[in-house]
């Protein structure tokens, strides 16, 4: 496994436990270790992208979640989207967390044809 697999999925695991005391830290890197190894590697020119997507995509969520309290969100539907071409399972891992760290949406299946099947809470 190389260094920059294993910094990801530790970036990951913190930021989904937000906690940084030494018995997570040793339990994240169990877990880094324990993740199955995948050979594929995305270009240089993907992460950037995926980087853009993440500084894009916090302020988003800070714009959502605002306007869903101040306006009701009661309708809601599920439709495919389509991953983006020749994405690496690394990146499609990150592009459904993005989808889901926004608060109106959710994926709630990755289908093995190249689509998500995304929850939108919408106005009327």
């Not at 930021?15 to 018995?23: G, I, M, R, Y």
Request: charged share 20%; proline share 5%.
């Amino acid at each position: 496994m190389n260094y920059f697999n294993l910094i990801l999925r530790l970036l990951i695991w913190f930021l989904l436990t937000a906690d940084l005391s030494v018995a997570n830290i040793i339990i994240g890197i169990g877990v880094t270790l324990l993740l199955p190894n995948t050979k594929a590697m995305a270009s240089l020119g993907d992460w950037l992208i995926v980087t853009w997507d993440v500084i894009v995509a916090i302020p988003r969520a800070y714009f959502e979640a605002i306007e869903m309290i101040i306006f009701p969100h009661r309708d809601e539907e599920i439709k495919p989207e389509k991953v983006k071409v020749r994405q690496t399972p690394g990146l499609i891992f990150l592009d459904i967390f993005l989808i889901t760290f926004t608060p109106k949406t959710i994926v709630v299946n990755y289908r093995q044809d190249g689509y998500y099947d995304v929850h939108w809470v919408k106005r009327k």
